[in-house]
């Protein structure tokens, strides 16, 4: 008996510490945990938090370390960051990422055919089809790579997708935009529960207005918590059911209006529900009134296109409203910073992904903070959907979900190099990570003393060095090895100087060779980069 209870308890202990997939592997399958250490970077753990040449230490898709002390395992892969920032990856809250698209009637209302008054589904379901509470976006969801791209590209590692479709619409999925199998990329199944006052793809007569969708929606409420006593004559209704084990995840209310937005907090106000709003662009106009509705928001930044005003025929049908509402709509995240309303952003409602990163660039002009930007981009969402134990802040035991970029991340020239989310680096725009041109102060040690030149590292990997007569040369930067050569003399007495080093703190310092053959040690400053 002891033998036999020896060999379950090790068994157990294998099958724990192996961590072992149930998911097949087609292919060699690689099992190491490179560790990887960022070193000699500006890191922004959160909007408050920063470590100056900081350290971020990874491993196994997580975050194992960081600050400014780390201890660096000695088989770790170093990465220089010098000069570089690394930032928390951005979580968008209002996504249908993933999911398949809805299908609508495209043909007109037909008169000539009866109403559909009752629900065509099939199953003991409702009887209004614009109640989808049966949509389990976990179940829908696949990876697809190309559209989680556009979305790394401006800096989001995370987000929650739902589909959206109707006037109850289900519940929604939290995922990340990792180019990996579904069962590795979802962080939460049934994250939140989704309402708007669309009937979407319905084809029901009714409701046909904001007016029925409101009635419907309210009648909804009613008809579920009378559910909750079993009635007999009723059997089984599975929308209702849903509904009611739904009511305990974040709500989230797509409104797109401020008046909208009134009414879906007065319906939650009625119901005891305190909506997550998913605002328009004018709530700006009635910041107080949403103010009182005490309801976190999600705000496009889908802000108006610029008018056409050079016409004189055109701009008289141009009102003044429509032209205060382009100027002003940029300032409305700003507004609900001032009026200390709890924000997150989103790329819903842009045309464009891409348009994401200069739309917050003038919202930015007009006021919101840099802290409040990336706190609604990154911790806000995360807590709000109960998740900021995995992604929200760069911390030791969260995801490994991070962007390297050029500079402070929403300057005007900053570039992100690379979006990191699962441990797993995905490039955006590494053609500047490894730049070197510039101006420098180079100091050359050798037999005959020190002596200073001026050295010019340009475009093309042409090098130009500054004496008494002008020297031109080439040289070739990989990101760790700086080589550089130049011609001195003319001629027969014509010979190469060769220079040999690599990147420190204080800049580029090595050794080389002068055209006789003579040993010397070199370093080379940075005066002014290139820009």
């Not at 220079?499 to 040993?519: I, V």
């Amino acid at each position: 008996i002891r033998n036999l209870l020896f060999s379950c308890l090790a068994m157990v202990l294998f099958s724990a510490g192996s961590a072992q997939s149930t998911f097949p592997v087609n292919g060699v399958s690689d099992l190491r945990n490179t560790v990887v250490a960022f070193v000699k970077a500006t890191i922004q753990a959160d909007a408050q938090t920063v470590y100056a040449n900081g350290t971020l230490l990874i491993q196994d898709g997580k975050i194992l370390a960081v600050g400014t002390d780390v201890n660096i395992p000695s088989a770790a892969v170093i990465v220089d960051c010098q000069g570089k920032f690394i930032y928390p990856s951005f979580i968008d809250l209002y996504s249908d990422y993933g999911l398949p698209a809805v299908t609508r009637q495209a043909s007109a209302y037909n008169y000539l055919q009866p109403s559909q008054l009752t629900s065509n589904q099939k199953g003991a379901y409702g009887w209004n089809q614009a109640i989808r509470t049966d949509v389990d976006a976990s179940r829908l969801f696949a990876v697809d790579e190309s559209r989680a791209k556009p979305l790394r590209d401006v800096g989001f590692g995370t987000v929650l997708t739902h589909q959206k479709d109707g006037i109850a619409r289900g519940t929604g999925v939290v995922v990340t935009l990792a180019n990996q199998k579904e069962n590795q990329v979802i962080l939460k199944e049934r994250a939140s529960a989704h309402y708007s006052l669309n009937k979407g793809s319905s084809q029901q007569s009714y409701p046909s207005s904001m007016m029925g969708s409101i009635a419907l929606l309210r009648q909804t409420y009613l008809d579920a918590a009378w559910y909750k006593s079993n009635p007999v004559k009723e059997g089984v209704n599975l929308t209702l059911k849903y509904w009611n084990e739904q009511q305990g995840l974040p709500q989230i209310f797509e409104a797109n209006d401020k008046w909208n937005d009134l009414r879906a907090d007065r319906i939650g106000d009625e119901f005891g529900v305190q909506y997550i709003i998913k605002g328009g662009q004018n709530e700006y106009q009635r910041i107080q009134d949403i103010k009182a509705t005490k309801a976190n928001y999600i705000l496009p930044l889908n802000f108006p296109a610029a008018l056409e005003v050079d016409d004189p025929a055109e701009l008289r049908f141009i009102a003044v409203d429509e032209l205060k509402h382009w100027e002003l709509a940029p300032t409305s995240p700003a507004a609900f910073e001032k009026a200390e309303i709890p924000f997150c952003l989103t790329t819903s409602d842009l045309t464009n992904p891409q348009e994401f990163t200069g739309n917050l660039k003038k919202a930015l002009d007009e006021g919101l903070s840099v802290a409040k930007a990336l706190d609604a981009l990154t911790k806000n969402p995360a807590t709000w959907m109960g998740i900021y134990d995995q992604v929200g802040s760069l911390n030791a035991g969260k995801l490994a979900n991070f962007m390297i970029t050029s500079g402070p991340l929403f300057q005007e020239k900053t570039v992100i190099y690379q979006n990191w989310v699962q441990g797993e680096k995905y490039t955006v725009k590494e053609e500047g990570w490894l730049e070197s041109r510039g101006t420098y102060t180079l100091q050359m040690n050798g037999g005959k003393g020190a002596q200073t030149y001026t050295l010019q590292l340009k475009e093309g990997g042409s090098a130009t060095l500054l004496v008494p007569d002008t020297l031109t040369g080439k040289y070739e930067y990989d990101g760790k090895l700086m080589k550089i050569n130049y011609t001195q003399g003319k001629g027969t007495a014509a010979a190469d100087v060769l220079l040999s080093g690599y990147w420190t703190q204080k800049g580029f310092e090595g050794s080389g060779r002068d055209a006789m053959g003579n040993p010397f040690t070199w370093r080379a400053q940075i005066g002014r980069a290139h820009v």
